[in-house]
């Protein structure tokens, strides 16, 4: 079954929303070096984590790029898992790995061109799973934008022969994650502004939507999105 992740929660009613999904995991940002209108204070996210009922995983979703800094706030959010953003040293990405008592740490590779899959296959060694996302010179996610998934797929069937999970993230919605499960087949998948309103707030219908097509989508077609 395909998994799912709302990230960008930044309020007890986008939680609520979330859970009332069924996603399996909600993105915290904190930590931020470029633009995101999601970015929460430490106290907020560890104040959202710690309402995240059990089975419902917390990641922290940081740009930071010090792994000291990355650690010390994923112990302070509290946080499942420690999914780095930014873009990280080998040898810090090595570290935070080391560190991370437990965590899953969860990669992100932007994909600009054909180079994203040797990136990706070399940094999968050193963490739990890769993110494939999209980026702008100001943003670093959350850019409602999609790449090209043919390299994601290439990316993707890459580390399904080494066992190693791919996210599939960049302008997914609920009228086209469908399409994007069958293109790249991941392990799961990633939404931010794609299920937001114009203030960035969730949006119930529309997260249900993409968590139910998400897991729908290689069982049978899916319905227009409303």
Not at 6 to 32: F, H, P, Q
Not at 67 to 96: F, K, R
Not at 117 to 130: F, Y
């Amino acid at each position: 079954m395909m998994r799912a992740k709302l990230c960008g929660i930044r309020s007890k009613r986008d939680l609520e929303i979330a859970i009332a999904s069924g996603t399996d995991a909600i993105g915290l940002i904190c930590g931020i070096t470029h633009v995101s209108e999601d970015a929460l204070s430490p106290d907020d996210a560890r104040r959202l984590a710690r309402l995240t009922p059990p089975f419902v995983s917390t990641v922290l979703v940081t740009h930071l790029l010090d792994a000291t800094e990355i650690i010390d706030l994923a112990d302070y959010v509290a946080a499942d898992t420690i999914q780095v953003h930014g873009p990280v040293t080998t040898d810090t990405l090595a570290s935070v790995s080391a560190r991370a008592r437990g965590r899953r740490i969860i990669k992100a590779v932007h994909v600009l061109g054909p180079e994203a899959k040797d990136q990706a296959l070399q940094l999968a060694e050193l963490c739990d799973a890769i993110l494939v996302d999209s980026r702008t010179r100001d943003r670093l996610g959350g850019t409602g934008r999609t790449h090209d998934w043919t390299i994601s797929r290439q990316v993707s069937d890459a580390l399904r022969e080494r066992n190693h999970p791919l996210i599939l993230a960049g302008g997914l919605r609920p009228d086209n994650v469908a399409e994007a499960v069958r293109a790249v087949q991941p392990f799961a998948v990633d939404v931010n502004s794609g299920v937001d309103d114009e203030n960035g707030d969730k949006i119930a219908d529309r997260c249900a939507a993409f968590v139910s097509r998400a897991r729908e989508a290689l069982a049978k077609p899916v319905a227009p999105s409303p």
